[in-house]
């Protein structure tokens, strides 16, 4: 994925260098690698988890498929990451899964939606992809505020094993 620019942001590649630094621990490396300083508490192991549910060897083995689509969102002038915008890997089967996240102190000033608007155009543009989804929960308003201002639709929802309903959001190509 090329470097996007929005109005108020830039979102910059994950690399593998990046996500092996931050899975290392080495917080330092990590904004080294980067360019930019981490949220103070980022990265942590659960937003890590969430974002990256690949082993460092499925990562090593296929970093073009694994980390496809994947952004650190920084505010367009100032080295400082506000977020994130990744995608569960590169699909198979044409609908790519989107994920979201925005630091406490940046929120509520849309920059969620701006990033993950630009990440979601993105992939729509790619060979291959007719669709992009996003899940969350029926009572998180704030998420359902971001999917709802990327115009997508409910199509479903899944059960999860151990978060239960998940909603489940589409924007198509």
Do not use: K
Not at 68 to 89: C, P
Not at 160 to 167: A, K, S, V
């Amino acid at each position: 994925m090329p470097a996007l620019v929005t109005a108020r942001l830039r979102l910059v590649p994950v690399t593998l260098e990046a996500i092996e630094a931050v899975l290392d621990h080495d917080r330092e490396r990590a904004e080294r690698v980067v360019g930019a300083t981490f949220p103070r508490a980022w990265p942590n192991d659960d937003l890590v988890a969430l974002g990256f549910p690949f082993s460092r060897e499925a990562l090593r083995a296929e970093p073009d498929v694994r980390l496809w689509g994947d952004s650190l969102v920084l505010l367009r002038d100032e080295a400082r990451i506000i977020g994130s915008v990744v995608f569960h890997g590169c699909p198979a089967d044409g609908v790519a899964e989107v994920a979201y996240s925005i630091e406490d102190t940046s929120r509520r000033n849309g920059y969620a939606i701006e990033a993950t608007r630009a990440c979601v155009e993105w992939a729509l543009a790619q060979d291959g992809i007719r669709a992009v989804q996003a899940t969350t929960f029926p009572w998180h308003a704030a998420s359902l505020g971001v999917i709802r201002g990327l115009g997508m639709t409910q199509v479903g929802t899944r059960d999860h094993d151990t978060l239960g309903e998940l909603l489940v959001f589409e924007r198509r190509r």
